[in-house]
C-alpha cells in the first residue's frame, strides 16, 4: 500500500502513565536454524541445504510459488564470514535477512555454496554500506566455481538504504521528516517536548538488500562449489551476502513470425533510446495482427510504453531486459508524479482503459531510489482487461504491478518481483475476477501483494500459491476491504516492520468486506512484527477494524502459523475507535501454529471468533490474550471465543470460554523453537 503511517492518537491497548519500552526479548528474538541443515552452519565440507523461505521445504510443501531456482541460505553454507543474527529487531541487517540471518564478510573473505542441481545461472542477494552522506556505492563481488575465478559482478548500494520516517529519505543525516509525530525512540512527540530529545542519526535506517544475477556462461554439475568472496580493497567495509538461489536457465525463446522491434530500429546495447521503436514495432503489430517480439538484449527506454490489444514477448527474462532512467519531468504531470520511467501501462481506466494485452518473457530494470507516492514509476500500470502478465522480472521500480481500476479479468502469474520501493501488486479500485498465481516477491518496500478497494469494491479475486518474503514494511499479504476475496496456498516470510504474514484491515479508506474474505491452506513463517506506533506486537495473521467494522465473515481454514514473533492470531480496532467497531465473526478451521513469542490469539476489539481443529504447541505465554475493548466489564471482555471442538495444545483451555478477561497489555516474549514437522 502507498500510504502514510499516521502518528498514533491512540494505541489499541490499555492506556498506561509509562511508557513502555520495546520488549527486552524482541532484540534476541531467534530465527531457528533451518531443520533440513545437514551439517552445522558454516561448517567446512557441509553438504548443499536446500530451503524455501529459510525452511524445510517438506514444511511448505504445496504451498508458496513454484519456481525454477533453488535457495541457500549463506549461514548454511562453508565460510571464513561471521554469521549475523538472528534478530527480529527492526533497522538490523539480520531483521531483512531471509530467515533473520546472513553471513557478513570482510575484505578477503568468502561463502562458498555447493550446487544442488546443474546450474548456469546464479541470483545473489546482498547488502553492502551506503556512502556517508547517502546515495550508495559500488563494490566488487568476485565469482568463483571450483577454485578458477569465473566473473567479478559489481555490487551497488544505489538502490538501498532508507532512513526517516515514512515516506522516508536517502539522506542519513537528515533530521526528523515528521518532529510533530509521535514516535516509539523517545515515547513523544519531539516538536512538542521541553527539552527537546535528542534523536541519533542515521535514524531508522531499512531497506538494505539488493539483488543480481548472473549468467555463468556454462552448467555446472551438481555438487561443483561457487565461491561468493569480497576481495582485498574493496570499496565496501563489509559485504553481507544473505542467499544464494541457483538456477538452470533455458535456451533463448524466438519468435520468427512477429514484429521484431529490431527492425523497427530498437538498440539492444541499450545506447540509444528504444521507446520509440517498441511504439512503431506495436503499432505495426497490431495493424498486422501479429506479436511484437523483444530478442536478447538491453533496450533504454526511459518512459511509459502505453499498451493495448497487443502480445510483446521477449527471449525469457534472463535474456530480454528493459531498463530505463528516472526523469524529472518539467511539470507535473496531472496525475501529480514529479517523474516518469520505464513501465508497460495499460490506459486510464477514465478513457476506457485497455484490453487484450498479453506481457511475457522480459524483465523490466528500473531505476527507483527513493519513495514520492504520486509519481507513476511502476514496472506494470493502468488498467489491462482481459490480459496476461506472465514471466517476468520487475527490480527495482516504485511498484512491480499497480492496476488502478476499474478492469477485470487479469492474470498475474509466474512473474519475480523483487528489490521494490513499495508494493510488488496492488488491486487498487474495481479490480474484479482476477488472479495472481505462482508468483516470486521479495524485498518489497511495503505490502508484497494487496488488494485495496478504494472507493470501488474489488471483487472476485484470488492471490493463489504465491511467495512473499521479507517485505521491510507492511504486511506479506493484504486484503483491504472487497468482495469475495480467496488468499490461498501462499508462503509469506520474515515481515519486518509494521505489518504482519496475512491482514485483512478496514482502513486506507477502503469500501467494507462484503460476501466472503476466505485465508485458506497459507503459511507463515517468523510473521508478526512490532508495531512501532502502537509498541506492540502483532499476529502473523492480523484483522484490523480501523474505518469501519468488519461484518463479514472471515474463514481462515488449513492455515499453518509457524515460529511466529508475538502472536499467531490477532484482532484489534485502534484505541479512538474501540467502541465504534467491531469483528463481528471470524473462524477459524483446522489450523496449525507452531511456536509463538506470546499467545496464539490476542483480541483487542468487541466481536467474536470460532475456533475448530486449532492446535498449538509451543506457545510463549497464555494462549489466549483477551483484552476485548479494555472495558473490563463484570460481565467480562467484549470479544467472544467459541470453542467448535478439536483445539489440541491446551491453548484454548475451558476456563478462557467464552470470554474471560485475560488482559496482557505487552506480555513479555519468549522465542519459540524453530518449526518442524507436525
Same mark, same amino acid.
Given at each position: 500500500?502507498?500510504?502514510?503511517?499516521?502518528?498514533?492518537?491512540?494505541?489499541?491497548?490499555?492506556?498506561?502513565?509509562?511508557?513502555?519500552?520495546?520488549?527486552?526479548?524482541?532484540? !534476541?528474538? !531467534?530465527?531457528?536454524?533451518? @531443520?533440513?541443515?545437514?551439517?552445522?552452519?558454516? &561448517?567446512?565440507?557441509?553438504?548443499?541445504?536446500?530451503?524455501?523461505?529459510?525452511?524445510?521445504? $517438506?514444511?511448505?510443501?504445496?504451498?508458496?510459488?513454484?519456481?525454477?531456482?533453488?535457495?541457500?541460505?549463506?549461514?548454511?553454507?562453508?565460510?571464513?564470514?561471521?554469521?549475523?543474527?538472528?534478530?527480529?529487531?527492526?533497522?538490523?541487517?539480520?531483521?531483512?535477512?531471509?530467515?533473520?540471518?546472513? !553471513?557478513?564478510?570482510?575484505?578477503?573473505?568468502?561463502?562458498?555454496?555447493?550446487?544442488?542441481?546443474?546450474?548456469?545461472?546464479?541470483?545473489?542477494?546482498?547488502?553492502?554500506? /551506503?556512502?556517508?552522506?547517502?546515495?550508495?556505492?559500488?563494490?566488487?563481488?568476485?565469482?568463483?566455481?571450483?577454485?578458477?575465478?569465473?566473473?567479478?559482478?559489481?555490487? *551497488?548500494?544505489?538502490?538501498?538504504?532508507?532512513?526517516?520516517?515514512?515516506?522516508?529519505?536517502?539522506?542519513?543525516?537528515?533530521?526528523?521528516?515528521?518532529?510533530?509525530?509521535?514516535?516509539?525512540?523517545?515515547?513523544?512527540?519531539?516538536?512538542?517536548?521541553?527539552?527537546?530529545? &535528542?534523536?541519533?542519526?542515521?535514524?531508522?535506517?531499512?531497506?538494505?538488500?539488493?539483488?543480481? #544475477?548472473?549468467?555463468?556462461?556454462?552448467?555446472? #554439475?551438481?555438487?561443483?562449489?561457487?565461491?561468493?568472496?569480497?576481495?582485498?580493497?574493496?570499496?565496501?567495509?563489509?559485504?553481507?551476502?544473505?542467499?544464494?538461489?541457483?538456477?538452470?536457465?533455458?535456451?533463448?525463446?524466438?519468435?520468427?513470425?512477429?514484429?521484431?522491434?529490431?527492425?523497427?530500429?530498437?538498440?539492444?546495447?541499450?545506447?540509444?533510446?528504444?521507446?520509440?521503436?517498441?511504439?512503431?514495432?506495436?503499432?505495426?503489430?497490431?495493424?498486422?495482427?501479429?506479436?511484437?517480439?523483444?530478442?536478447?538484449?538491453?533496450?533504454?527506454?526511459?518512459?511509459?510504453?502505453?499498451?493495448? /490489444?497487443? *502480445?510483446?514477448?521477449?527471449?525469457?527474462?534472463?535474456?530480454? *531486459?528493459?531498463?530505463?532512467?528516472?526523469?524529472?519531468?518539467?511539470?507535473?504531470?496531472?496525475?501529480?508524479?514529479?517523474?516518469?520511467?520505464?513501465?508497460?501501462?495499460?490506459?486510464?481506466?477514465?478513457?476506457?482503459?485497455?484490453?487484450?494485452?498479453?506481457?511475457?518473457?522480459?524483465?523490466?530494470?528500473?531505476?527507483?531510489?527513493?519513495?514520492?507516492?504520486?509519481?507513476? !514509476?511502476?514496472?506494470?500500470?493502468?488498467?489491462?482487461?482481459?490480459?496476461?502478465?506472465?514471466?517476468?522480472?520487475?527490480?527495482?521500480?516504485?511498484?512491480?504491478?499497480?492496476?488502478?481500476?476499474?478492469?477485470?479479468?487479469?492474470?498475474?502469474?509466474?512473474?519475480?518481483?523483487?528489490?521494490?520501493?513499495?508494493?510488488?501488486? =496492488?488491486?487498487?479500485?474495481?479490480? %474484479?475476477? &482476477?488472479?495472481?498465481?505462482?508468483?516470486?516477491?521479495?524485498?518489497?518496500?511495503?505490502?508484497?501483494?494487496?488488494?485495496?478497494?478504494?472507493?470501488?469494491? =474489488?471483487?472476485?479475486?484470488?492471490?493463489?500459491?504465491?511467495?512473499?518474503?521479507?517485505?521491510?514494511?507492511?504486511?506479506?499479504? $493484504?486484503?483491504?476491504?472487497?468482495?469475495?476475496?480467496?488468499?490461498?496456498?501462499?508462503?509469506?516470510?520474515?515481515?519486518?516492520?509494521?505489518?504482519?504474514?496475512?491482514?485483512?484491515? $478496514?482502513?486506507?479508506?477502503?469500501?467494507?468486506?462484503?460476501?466472503?474474505?476466505?485465508?485458506?491452506?497459507? %503459511?507463515?513463517?517468523?510473521?508478526?512484527?512490532?508495531?512501532?506506533?502502537?509498541?506492540?506486537?502483532?499476529?502473523?495473521?492480523?484483522?484490523? $477494524?480501523?474505518?469501519?467494522?468488519?461484518?463479514?465473515?472471515?474463514?481462515? *481454514?488449513?492455515?499453518?502459523?509457524?515460529?511466529?514473533?508475538?502472536?499467531?492470531?490477532?484482532?484489534?480496532?485502534?484505541?479512538?475507535?474501540?467502541?465504534?467497531?467491531?469483528?463481528?465473526?471470524?473462524?477459524?478451521?483446522?489450523?496449525?501454529?507452531?511456536?509463538?513469542?506470546?499467545?496464539?490469539?490476542? @483480541?483487542? @476489539?468487541?466481536?467474536?471468533? &470460532?475456533?475448530?481443529?486449532?492446535?498449538?504447541?509451543?506457545?510463549?505465554?497464555?494462549?489466549?490474550?483477551?483484552?476485548?475493548?479494555?472495558?473490563?466489564?463484570?460481565?467480562?471482555?467484549?470479544? %467472544?471465543? %467459541?470453542?467448535?471442538?478439536?483445539?489440541?495444545?491446551?491453548?484454548?483451555?475451558?476456563?478462557?470460554?467464552?470470554?474471560?478477561?485475560?488482559?496482557?497489555?505487552?506480555?513479555?516474549?519468549?522465542?519459540?523453537?524453530?518449526?518442524?514437522?507436525?
Amino acid at each position: 500500500m502507498f500510504r502514510s503511517l499516521t502518528p498514533a492518537r491512540g494505541r489499541p491497548g490499555r492506556p498506561s502513565g509509562t511508557a513502555v519500552a520495546l520488549a527486552a526479548g524482541l532484540a !534476541v528474538l !531467534v530465527a531457528g536454524p533451518t @531443520a533440513a541443515a545437514a551439517s552445522p552452519p558454516g &561448517s567446512a565440507g557441509a553438504q548443499p541445504v536446500v530451503t524455501r523461505a529459510a525452511l524445510d521445504p $517438506a514444511l511448505v510443501a504445496g504451498r508458496g510459488a513454484d519456481v525454477d531456482f533453488l535457495e541457500q541460505e549463506a549461514e548454511n553454507a562453508r565460510t571464513n564470514g561471521e554469521i549475523i543474527g538472528p534478530d527480529r529487531s527492526a533497522y538490523t541487517l539480520p531483521a531483512e535477512a531471509s530467515g533473520r540471518r546472513a !553471513v557478513r564478510l570482510t575484505p578477503g573473505e568468502y561463502v562458498e555454496f555447493v550446487l544442488p542441481s546443474a546450474a548456469n545461472g546464479i541470483t545473489v542477494r546482498y547488502s553492502i554500506p /551506503d556512502a556517508p552522506q547517502g546515495g550508495g556505492i559500488t563494490a566488487p563481488l568476485k565469482v568463483a566455481v571450483n577454485g578458477k575465478h569465473l566473473r567479478t559482478m559489481t555490487l *551497488t548500494s544505489q538502490y538501498s538504504w532508507l532512513y526517516n520516517q515514512y515516506p522516508f529519505t536517502n539522506d542519513p543525516q537528515a533530521g526528523l521528516l515528521h518532529p510533530d509525530w509521535w514516535i516509539t525512540e523517545c515515547q513523544c512527540v519531539p516538536s512538542a517536548t521541553t527539552p527537546s530529545p &535528542s534523536i541519533d542519526k542515521p535514524f531508522r535506517p531499512t531497506h538494505y538488500y539488493d539483488e543480481q #544475477r548472473l549468467l555463468l556462461g556454462r552448467t555446472y #554439475r551438481a555438487g561443483d562449489k561457487v565461491r561468493l568472496t569480497a576481495p582485498p580493497g574493496s570499496a565496501a567495509a563489509w559485504t553481507v551476502i544473505d542467499l544464494l538461489d541457483s538456477e538452470l536457465v533455458a535456451p533463448p525463446h524466438v519468435r520468427l513470425l512477429a514484429a521484431n522491434v529490431l527492425a523497427f530500429g530498437a538498440d539492444p546495447t541499450g545506447r540509444r533510446d528504444s521507446a520509440d521503436a517498441l511504439d512503431r514495432a506495436i503499432a505495426f503489430a497490431r495493424r498486422a495482427h501479429l506479436k511484437v517480439y523483444i530478442p536478447p538484449g538491453t533496450y533504454q527506454v526511459n518512459r511509459h510504453i502505453i499498451v493495448d /490489444d497487443v *502480445t510483446i514477448e521477449g527471449a525469457g527474462n534472463w535474456y530480454t *531486459t528493459i531498463k530505463g532512467r528516472e526523469v524529472a519531468l518539467p511539470t507535473p504531470a496531472p496525475d501529480g508524479s514529479v517523474h516518469t520511467g520505464v513501465g508497460f501501462y495499460g490506459r486510464d481506466a477514465a478513457d476506457g482503459g485497455s484490453r487484450n494485452v498479453h506481457l511475457s518473457g522480459f524483465a523490466i530494470e528500473g531505476d527507483v531510489r527513493e519513495r514520492i507516492d504520486t509519481d507513476q !514509476v511502476n514496472a506494470i500500470g493502468g488498467a489491462m482487461s482481459d490480459s496476461t502478465i506472465d514471466g517476468l522480472y520487475l527490480h527495482r521500480t516504485k511498484a512491480g504491478l499497480w492496476f488502478d481500476g476499474p478492469m477485470r479479468n487479469v492474470r498475474v502469474t509466474n512473474n519475480i518481483i523483487v528489490d521494490q520501493i513499495a508494493d510488488a501488486l =496492488n488491486f487498487h479500485t474495481g479490480v %474484479t475476477d &482476477s488472479l495472481v498465481s505462482h508468483n516470486f516477491v521479495r524485498n518489497t518496500g511495503d505490502d508484497g501483494l494487496a488488494m485495496w478497494s478504494e472507493k470501488t469494491a =474489488n471483487a472476485r479475486n484470488t492471490f493463489d500459491h504465491n511467495t512473499v518474503q521479507s517485505p521491510t514494511l507492511a504486511n506479506g499479504i $493484504a486484503i483491504y476491504g472487497g468482495t469475495d476475496t480467496t488468499v490461498s496456498h501462499n508462503l509469506v516470510a520474515d515481515p519486518v516492520r509494521e505489518g504482519s504474514g496475512l491482514h485483512a484491515g $478496514a482502513r486506507f479508506g477502503a469500501e467494507p468486506f462484503t460476501g466472503y474474505l476466505r485465508f485458506t491452506n497459507n %503459511t507463515t513463517a517468523r510473521a508478526g512484527t512490532y508495531e512501532l506506533n502502537w509498541n506492540i506486537g502483532l499476529g502473523a495473521i492480523w484483522v484490523f $477494524a480501523l474505518d469501519r467494522s468488519i461484518e463479514a465473515p472471515i474463514e481462515v *481454514t488449513g492455515d499453518a502459523y509457524l515460529d511466529n514473533t508475538y502472536n499467531a492470531i490477532m484482532l484489534v480496532s485502534d484505541w479512538p475507535v474501540k467502541d465504534l467497531y467491531s469483528i463481528s465473526e471470524a473462524r477459524f478451521r483446522d489450523v496449525r501454529v507452531d511456536g509463538t513469542g506470546t499467545s496464539v490469539v490476542s @483480541a483487542r @476489539a468487541a466481536g467474536s471468533a &470460532s475456533f475448530a481443529n486449532v492446535d498449538a504447541r509451543n506457545v510463549g505465554a497464555v494462549g489466549v490474550n483477551n483484552c476485548g475493548s479494555f472495558h473490563f466489564t463484570p460481565a467480562g471482555s467484549e470479544f %467472544t471465543l %467459541t470453542d467448535l471442538g478439536g483445539n489440541d495444545g491446551g491453548w484454548l483451555a475451558p476456563w478462557l470460554l467464552p470470554n474471560t478477561i485475560t488482559c496482557d497489555d505487552r506480555p513479555p516474549v519468549s522465542p519459540p523453537p524453530p518449526p518442524a514437522q507436525w
